[in-house]
């Protein structure tokens, strides 16, 4: 399976395209093995390099980070030999609704939002 059609490559930020954004979309979920899970925010084609929110099936140390695409394409589980595969019946949604046990990360979208909550309020004020 191709991880990552042409269609989901135009739908996906650039790699630091959405870094300010205090609530980014997750535009594709993959998994493989018993319990692994990469939900990406950006992608660069040219590098095969994504961004997004990984969970390797313990939820408390699940983490935001880069991760090849590449790699993810060559990877095989044990025993019948699986590879990664992409959810096609995944909706697109904010980061904040898949993130649930991980509360660093969520204390720190939940910061971002609110400051960007803020951030909108003053201007509407200043108007």
């Keep these: 399976m191709k991880l990552i059609t042409k269609l989901l490559?135009?739908?996906l930020p650039r790699l630091r395209e959405a870094?300010?954004?205090?609530?980014?979309?997750?535009?594709?979920?993959?998994?493989?093995?018993?319990s692994f899970t990469?939900?990406?925010?950006e992608y660069d084609p040219d590098t095969k390099m994504a961004f997004g929110y990984v969970d390797l099936g313990d939820h408390d140390n699940a983490a935001l980070g880069y991760f090849?695409?590449?790699e993810l394409e060559?990877?095989?589980f044990p025993p019948f030999g699986l590879g990664v595969e992409r959810d096609?019946?995944?909706d697109p949604k904010p980061l904040s609704q898949i993130i649930y046990k991980?509360?660093?990360?969520?204390?720190?979208?939940?910061?971002?939002?609110?400051s960007a909550n803020k951030v909108a309020?003053?201007?509407?004020?200043s108007r």
């Design 9 to 11: 490559e135009k739908k």
């Design 19 to 34: 870094e300010n954004q205090a609530d980014p979309m997750i535009i594709i979920k993959l998994f493989g093995g018993s």
């Design 38 to 41: 990469w939900y990406l925010t």
């Design 68 to 70: 090849s695409i590449a």
């Design 74 to 76: 060559s990877l095989r």
């Design 88 to 90: 096609l019946w995944f």
């Design 102 to 114: 991980n509360d660093d990360i969520l204390n720190e979208l939940e910061e971002r939002v609110a």
């Design 121 to 125: 309020d003053h201007n509407d004020i």
